[in-house]
């Protein structure tokens, strides 16, 4: 699975990004996708993920109630809807997909076999 990752931009602070991830070759039904950040200097954190194609989503408490991950399984695309930005979003989001990622591993980032480049989101204040 070869993963491209967009929509990253500048914003100002309460403004409004949605990030994509497009999959060559498809995501299979049975696969979790995720969405991580890495901000300069610090590790790669968990956003949200959702488990296999019509499972139920999980989101990083920071992020809950402003982000929402969704999926186009027509389109093999996966979503990162990003709501009211904060500064501390400020990061490179990365998307990645598990082939056999559980429930109670998608936090973790070493769970995904597959991410894509990266693209840079920037909220000022």
């Known amino acids: 699975v070869q993963l491209q990752a967009s929509g990253g931009g500048s914003v100002q602070a309460g403004g409004y990004l949605r990030l994509s991830c497009a999959a060559a070759?498809?995501?299979?039904?049975?696969?979790?996708v995720g969405w991580f950040s890495q901000a300069p200097g610090k590790e790669r954190e968990f956003v949200a993920a959702l488990f296999r194609s019509y499972g139920r989503a999980y989101y990083a408490d920071s992020v809950k109630g402003r982000f929402t991950i969704s999926r186009d399984n027509a389109k093999n695309t996966v979503y990162l809807e990003m709501n009211n930005l904060k500064p501390e979003d400020t990061a490179v989001y990365y998307c990645?997909?598990?082939?056999?990622?559980?429930?109670?591993?998608?936090?973790?980032?070493?769970?995904?076999?597959?991410w894509g480049q990266g693209t840079l989101v920037t909220v000022s204040s």
């Open positions: 990645a997909v598990g082939v056999g990622t559980i429930p109670s591993s998608l936090t973790n980032s070493r769970s995904y076999d597959y």
């Open positions: 070759g498809g995501i299979s039904n049975t696969y979790t």
